[in-house]
């Protein structure tokens, strides 16, 4: 009996937790929603009452404007909204469904727990600073986005993504995860020249700075691919077709040397994943999740006060680890 109430308060532990990430999660995407909503508002009137001359419309505070009108690697704004769009509504999918009660054994959803409590404070936290208009505020929403990336990973890696094959639908909605963190990628590198510019650490220098951006784009190229490769997680590259393309669409006509290196790269990586996409997988996973049928169907009797019929569901629940199978 003893043992039982034991088992019933750790349950009931895991799915308080498991709720509370999911509330925390959807509190943190509005709230970077309607900062996102307040910033596109106030620079649509300054637009519209002529105090803004920027050539490209991002929807964010001047002090940011100005900046991206001087970083040559910043997307088009049509690239943020299409990816953060995707991202959010893949993420609070599976919000949802890690918080479910048949999810309460998943030993990957319980890993990645602490994760997504670091992921969603620091968005909260990004949300709040791209919002306000002032230098300090730059350069504190490319620190949080650069400290978010390696919690993005650690809950790529929390998840088994490229690990372990799990069945849907999980094994579906783990992918916002990889594009989560393949975007965070390319605004980790598009954030920098954003810090320097605005603590005037870099002088521009149009002529110059083209080549370097290019070189950049083609080194950020690079290292995408073979992270990806290292994640087993072609999904992972699906993010920098937005940029890179984004970035094409920006540049084409006034900087032409970034921008049809954007339009190369974007290209390239279309071509890959066109092939890579459809199988998932760069190699072979360590381990296969097979889905045992009648998971959902004891999910109920596991809170039976009988201990050998609880034993016995709580078996059934647990999928079976195929170690090796290909």
């Known amino acids: 009996m003893g043992a039982h109430c034991s088992r019933s308060i750790i349950m009931k532990n895991s799915s308080f937790w498991r709720i509370a990430t999911a509330v925390f999660a959807v509190g943190s995407i509005l709230y970077t929603t309607a900062s996102s909503s307040r910033s596109r508002r106030q620079s649509r009137e300054r637009h519209e009452a002529g105090q803004g001359g920027s050539e ?7 002090e940011y404007e100005n900046v991206f009108e001087k ?41 990645a727990l602490p994760w997504w409590w670091t992921s969603w404070t620091l968005n909260a936290i990004f949300g709040r600073f791209f919002s306000q208009n002032d230098p300090r505020s730059i350069v504190i929403s490319d620190l949080v ?3 978010n990336l390696p919690a993005a990973l650690a809950l790529h890696q929390s998840l088994e993504i490229g690990k372990t094959d799990v069945p849907a639908p999980e094994k579906y909605l783990r992918i916002p995860v990889s594009l989560y963190a393949g975007w965070l990628t390319t605004a980790t590198v598009v954030g920098t020249p954003n810090t320097l510019l605005t603590v005037n650490a870099w002088e521009p220098d149009e002529e110059r700075d083209e080549r370097i ?58 071509g ?12 072979e996973y360590d381990r296969i999740i097979v ?27 647990k999928p079976i680890e195929a170690e090796g199978l290909d």
């Open 71 to 111: 970083n040559m690697i910043v997307p088009a704004g049509w690239s943020f909204g299409v990816v953060w769009s995707t991202i959010y509504s893949g993420l609070g999918a599976l919000m949802v469904h890690q918080a479910l009660r048949s999810q309460e054994y998943n030993p990957r959803y319980e890993k």
């Open 145 to 147: 986005t650069k400290f």
């Open 56 to 62: 490209y419309e991002y929807d964010v505070p001047i």
């Open 272 to 283: 890959l994943l066109a092939y890579w996409l459809p199988k998932g997988k760069f190699h």
């Open 213 to 270: 951006s290019a070189g950049i784009l083609i080194a950020t190229a690079g290292a995408g691919y073979l992270i990806a490769r290292r994640l087993n997680d072609p999904w992972y590259m699906l993010p920098f077709i937005a940029g890179f393309g984004g970035i094409a669409t920006r540049q084409l006509e006034k900087k032409p040397v970034v921008g049809w290196t954007g339009a190369i790269l974007a290209a390239a990586y279309a």
């Open 291 to 317: 889905h045992d049928t009648e998971a959902e169907v004891l999910a109920d009797p596991v809170e039976t006060w009988e201990p050998h019929g609880t034993a016995i569901a709580r078996e059934r629940m």
